[in-house]
Each structure stands twice: as C-alpha cells, then as structure tokens.
Nanobody, 114 residues
Framework: VQLQASGGGFVQPGGSLRLSCAVS????????MNWYRQALGKQRELVGS???????NYADSVKGQFTIARDNAKNTVYLQMNSLKPEDTAVYLC?????????WGQGTLVTVSS
C-alpha cells in the first residue's frame, strides 16, 4: 500500500494550491480518505474527509476555504486550498484507515509567507 502526496510548495498569503494524494495497493474507491496537517510544534489536525460516495466534511478552521475531491479512476484524492494564510503553513498528509490499521502518505510541505 502506498500513498504519495504532492503539490506542496511556497505560496504568498491569499494564494492557492492543490495537493494530490495518489493511492495504490488497495481498492481506493471504497475508502474514506482524510487530509491532515501538522504545523511545527503543534498537534496533527484533521483538515477534512471524503467518503467513497463523495460526501465531505471539514474542520471549522478551513470550511469555505478548502475543498476535498476524489477521482476514483485515478485513485487520487485532492485538497484544493484557497485564500491561504500564514497559519495554514504545515505538512499536509493524506490518510485512510483499514480496520484498526492506519495508512499515511509521506506528507507535503505547504509554506504560506510573504
């Protein structure tokens, strides 16, 4: 099983980025996919989730700012981030759970700064 996150980088405040997480080794279409983030010195935070049917939910801190989508044909989940703020700076990680086991990507760093 592999989760490969990409798309992070440096962006100025107010900018946008789209992160991708490509999943292999499992039946992707049946999995609830999650995006987390972890800022330096802070606890990991659940950003949002998307069900196999495409329903989404988000942390209050990113509602209306971030959008999660999935493409089951490409085994990929996306995180569209708009109106980025310095406080969105973090390593962003994708995840799914299978029973009691957690699967994580390696994370992709997003830095928001002027």
């Amino acid at each position: 099983v592999q989760l490969q996150a990409s798309g992070g980088g440096f962006v100025q405040p107010g900018g946008s980025l789209r992160l991708s997480c490509a999943v292999s080794g499992v039946i992707f279409s049946t999995k609830v996919m999650n995006w987390y983030r972890q800022a330096l010195g802070k606890q990991r935070e659940l950003v949002g989730s998307i069900t196999s049917g495409g329903s989404t939910n988000y942390a209050d801190s990113v509602k209306g700012q971030f959008t999660i989508a999935r493409d089951n044909a490409k085994n990929t989940v996306y995180l569209q981030m708009n109106s980025l703020k310095p406080e969105d700076t973090a390593v962003y990680l994708c995840n799914f759970n299978l029973g009691l086991r957690e699967y994580w990507g390696q994370g992709t760093l997003v830095t928001v700064s002027s």
